[in-house]
């Protein structure tokens, strides 16, 4: 027997036990059915019986009793109908059920885990900090969240799917393989291949055969990730052999990357044949950070003969783009790796960069000057010269190598006691130049700027970041040549002089003073922050130094208007005496955001102090 009209009838009953039986009269859904089950009460008693209860309901003038009654009536003939119609006993034999151990427990009150729970099935602003700090606490070792844990894997803000996969999930330890591993689709998409590197990372050694399983029938992604964790298996080489020549480039870097992670030698032999043939480009992508001492000395000596066989600069932009194209591959695969092989590749770059200066629009030049400067020796120094006085965009690298090596003196007079043999070889613009490169070098190496948590005093509790400058301390300035504070002066450099300044230079203190109040507007707000420490550090006393910003704010076109105060200068007003009340009152209209804030505060301080 059918049961589908069965079930339309009793999902009508359901709905008029929640809607009221005395709705059922005239109902159009029960009139519906009616005509079919009349039908087939023609063969069966049992629906003849189904289909006057149906009319009873619909019909009530027909009956004398009450709806309620004549439903319930209706419902029970037919739940007793469809019971008969259904089975009850389970398919199959019984036997143990399969579980996957997992060493957690449920120990957090709710109150603590609704917001973990809310943060990991919901989306919006905020719940990675909510889940990092959870993670930090051990509320992950909670059973509770152990599959909300698993399901933030396919989190839509991917540094929460990331977090679960690199951080949470294997925290709890090679059990956590088995658990995904039951869930692990090897045709899926980037929820599995994030399950799979938890897998690849927690698993341990009894999981290879999974991963073994993924690299041979897996979907591309699936195949790429399981075969990264493959690398240092012996047995797996000749496999590994055989991926890296595959027609999909995404396969064959990863074999050659697991070949490079592995270290055999026909793991090595591969990607040297890799590098000789058209594949160059792939496996020098594949094997960078990963190359092996011996592979990284057959590299550079093949990467040095590539350089030896170019005997003159490209003819035009094609020649140029094509011969970086051969060389690139190597710079890539051999990055971050240090040798005095690959050093004296880099210098055969420099010495003969009128031939190399053309290729990849100077790219080659740049990465060899990039890596002189941090590697090279004393006797690269005249080499950096030379390259400066032909390309003087690369005196940032020579200074750089100099300060490494020179002492104080002797960095000063090669970089600005020559000044006068400096001019007579280069022209006015590429002198303007070069000091430019200079004391951008030199403020890289001394000012810095980091955020910083400041307390909201102001607003009784919290905290807010804050970018601010962090100048060199006293240790830092007596690695320097003191005659730097007047080339600074005479430069123009304000950052540089306010960094250098030191108590009794006259000239230093002069020209901060002189620009404090003419910066243009774009400059202010960076500047008046780092002239004041440079003020403080000529040895200014604090009462000018705090009339000076006190009348820099009161200036009626150029005056100081930040969005906040630094500490520093909110530190300087703050010690205010209490006869600058009313000059602080009289600011207050000017200011607005956190800046006012700020200057309410110390309005009510020095007010308390009078």
């Given at each position: 027997m059918s049961t589908t009209l069965l079930q339309e009838l009793h999902q009508e009953t359901r709905r008029l036990y929640i809607a009221g039986s005395d709705l059922a009269a005239g109902d159009f859904r029960l009139k519906r059915l009616l005509p079919q089950f009349r039908q087939l009460g023609e063969r069966s008693a049992v629906f003849k019986r189904i289909g006057e209860g149906i009319a009873a309901l619909v019909e009530p003038e027909a009956s004398?009793?009450?709806?309620?009654?004549?439903?319930?009536?209706?419902?029970?003939?037919?739940?007793s109908v469809l019971y008969t119609q259904g089975t009850s006993t389970p398919e199959g034999s019984p036997g143990p059920i399969e579980t996957v151990p997992v060493r957690t427990r449920t120990t957090l009150a709710y109150r603590r885990l609704a917001p973990i729970r809310d943060a990991l099935t919901t989306s919006g602003g905020g719940r990675y900090e909510i889940i990092m700090e959870a993670y930090k606490e051990g509320a992950f070792q909670d059973l509770r969240l152990l599959p909300l844990a698993i399901g933030a894997l396919d989190d839509p803000y991917s540094e929460i799917a990331d977090y679960a996969m690199t951080t949470i999930l294997p925290s709890y330890g090679q059990d956590i393989a088995g658990v995904l591993a039951g869930q692990l689709d090897l045709q899926g998409g980037k929820n599995d291949v994030r399950k799979l590197k938890v897998i690849g990372a927690a698993g341990g050694p009894e999981w290879r055969g999974l991963l073994l399983s993924a690299a041979k029938d897996g979907k591309e992604a699936i195949r790429t990730t399981a075969i990264e964790f493959l690398a240092g298996e012996a047995d797996v080489v000749p496999l590994l052999l055989e991926w890296s020549r595959e027609s999909r480039?995404?396969?064959?870097?990863?074999?050659?990357?697991?070949?490079?992670?592995?270290?055999?030698?026909?793991?090595?032999?591969?990607?040297?044949?890799?590098?000789?043939?058209?594949d160059r480009e792939a496996a020098g992508e594949a094997v960078c950070g990963k190359v092996s001492a011996g592979l990284a000395r057959r590299l550079t000596a093949l990467f040095h003969t590539e350089l030896n066989q170019v005997e003159a600069p490209p003819k035009d932009g094609k020649d140029s783009e094509k011969l970086w194209s051969r060389l690139q591959p190597f710079i890539t695969a051999l990055r971050g790796l240090q040798s005095p092989e690959l050093l004296e590749a880099y210098r055969h770059v420099l010495r003969n960069y009128k031939r190399f200066a053309p290729v990849g629009g100077s790219s080659l030049l740049t990465r060899a000057a990039s890596y002189v400067e941090k590697h090279g020796t004393y006797e690269d120094l005249q080499l950096m010269q030379e390259l400066e006085r032909e390309h003087v965009v690369y005196a940032h690298q020579h200074f750089h190598l100099a300060r490494r090596l020179l002492a104080p003196a002797e960095l000063y007079h090669s970089f600005a006691g020559s000044l006068l043999e400096t001019l007579k070889n280069l022209g006015s613009k590429r002198k303007n130049q070069r000091e430019h490169i200079l004391l951008d070098a030199i403020e890289a190496l001394v000012l810095r700027r980091e955020w910083r948590q400041v307390e909201r005093v102001w607003e009784g509790s919290g905290f807010y970041n804050s970018l601010d400058y962090l100048m060199p301390g006293e240790e830092e300035l007596d690695t320097w040549d003191a005659r730097w504070l007047d080339w600074f002066v005479a430069r123009g450099s304000l950052k540089l002089t306010a960094a250098f300044a030191r108590p009794g230079h006259s000239g230093a203190q002069s020209f901060m003073l002189k620009h404090l109040g003419t910066l243009?507007?774009?400059?202010?707000?960076?500047?008046?922050?780092?002239?004041?420490?440079?003020?403080?550090?000529?040895?200014?006393?604090?009462?000018?130094?705090q009339e000076l910003l006190v009348s820099l704010l009161e200036q009626e076109k150029r005056y100081y208007r930040p969005y906040d105060f630094d500490g520093v200068l909110f530190g300087m007003l703050l010690e205010l005496p209490a006869s600058y009340a009313g000059r602080i009152e009289a600011l207050l209209p000017r200011y607005q955001y956190e800046a006012r804030k700020q200057l309410a505060y110390v309005l009510g301080q020095v007010q308390a102090m009078a």
């Open positions: 004398a009793e009450p709806p309620a009654v004549k439903l319930q009536e209706l419902a029970l003939l037919l739940e480039s995404a396969i064959r870097k990863a074999a050659y990357a697991a070949l490079a992670e592995g270290g055999s030698v026909e793991g090595e032999e591969r990607i040297m044949e890799a590098f000789a043939g058209k243009e507007q774009r400059d202010r707000n960076e500047l008046v922050p780092i002239l004041f420490q440079g003020l403080e550090r000529t040895g200014m006393p604090l009462p000018e130094r």
